[in-house]
């Protein structure tokens, strides 16, 4: 029942009565007994799956008397789509790759922030001005958590060594047990790495070339392709002994739950990917919905969001590491956040991570429009 309805045809003093009935508690607690009383306020978020279940938002739900009320996506352009045919105002909060925002900001799907809202001082500072949230000085989006992707594999069938490079999808032994999760730009960044391409996604025409006949010679290896579900399944029955563009954030959740599976970083280089929360344009909530960016990037929702049991991810606030370490020191050894020693931030210093964005000199309809005609042949 309705309890805000339950209360119709009461005069005040009958509600008076009741709350002495309870020893004053009612009137003790108005905090409480609003937020009681109160609907309440729908966030509407778009974001990759698992962002809004609450083992993220629960705490925040409860504290600030939110419902989040989610949309979710696979892939950016599948994002891209979905915002372009709603009408402004539509999405308070929207979880973002990175290399999309420019995208997004372009468009005027999103808010301009104000820095100091949010804990910069606290990030790495390799996250404090991180490529593509700012135009200038103006603020559009916050980093919220990142990963790392590689080679992911079944360790039963393939050794770590066979799996630090990413030749390893063309050996005999796995054909037609290779899969790719179905998104054209990590895959694409990944073979570009293998031709030697430093930049991944800003090459002239001659190494595109080089890179659609290279990803042609991987097709008769491949065994499917697989969306955000059919890639942990596939991965976990042993239909798939190899997946390309994906990383620990499958095989993290896996391995936790007794899979022979992980994800190396093989000799060429890993690909970053990299979540960030937008404040949607017209979101009649965004105060609302800044709260909620300055609660996930605080130390305390920074843990939250590496356990997200959706999918794991590492996290750019150091005090999140700090906590981390603290209350869960396994998951912090796990995934490499550990300060004073060597660390997860050591592969982005020393050049083994690339930061994935779109393609520079290519259209992102021409990177797509290849992987239909890849997919399709």
């Not at 001005?129 to 989006?141: A, I, R």
């Amino acid at each position: 029942m309705n309890v805000h309805k339950g209360l119709q045809g009461h005069n005040r003093r009958d509600i008076l009565k009741g709350a002495s009935v309870l020893g004053g508690g009612v009137l003790a607690m108005p905090f409480l007994n609003r937020l009681a009383f109160a609907q309440p306020v729908e966030l509407n978020i778009l974001a990759w799956s698992g962002h809004a279940e609450p083992d993220v938002v629960a705490e925040f739900e409860a504290e600030n008397n939110v419902k989040f009320k989610p949309k979710y996506y696979t892939g950016g352009d599948n994002m891209l789509g979905l915002i372009s045919q709603s009408p402004p105002g539509t999405f308070d909060v929207i979880l973002s790759d990175a290399e999309y925002v420019q995208q997004l900001n372009a468009a005027g799907y999103i808010e301009k922030l104000d820095p100091v809202d949010y804990p910069f001082d606290d990030f790495f500072p390799e996250f404090q001005h991180f490529p593509g949230h700012w135009q200038g000085n103006d603020l559009y989006s916050v980093i919220t958590r990142f990963g790392f992707l590689g080679v992911a594999y079944n360790t039963d069938a393939i050794t770590e060594k066979e799996a630090s490079t990413y030749n390893v999808y063309w050996a005999e032994k796995l054909k037609g047990k290779v899969g790719h999760f179905d998104w054209h730009h990590p895959n694409l960044g990944q073979i570009s790495l293998l031709n030697g391409n430093a930049a991944p996604y800003d090459i002239d025409e001659a190494a595109w070339g080089k890179l659609q006949e290279k990803m042609k010679t991987l097709r008769p290896q491949i065994g499917g392709f697989f969306d955000f579900g059919g890639t942990f399944s596939s991965l976990q029955n042993g239909q798939v002994l190899a997946m390309a563009g994906i990383g620990d954030w499958i095989t993290g959740v896996l391995a936790k739950n007794g899979a022979k599976v992980r994800t190396v970083i093989p000799e060429e280089g890993g690909l970053q990917w990299t979540e960030s929360f937008c404040i949607g344009k017209g979101s009649t909530k965004a105060d609302l919905a800044k709260k909620w960016i300055q609660y996930i990037t605080s130390a305390k929702g920074q843990v939250k969001s590496v356990n997200m049991a959706a999918y794991p991810a590492m996290v750019p606030n150091k005090k999140g590491w700090e906590l981390l370490a603290e209350d869960f020191p396994a998951e912090a050894k796990r995934q490499g956040m550990l300060l004073n020693e060597s660390n997860i931030m050591d592969l982005i210093r020393n050049g083994r991570i690339k930061f994935r964005q779109l393609p520079v000199q290519q259209s992102l309809e021409d990177w797509n429009d290849f992987w239909s005609e890849y997919k399709g042949s």
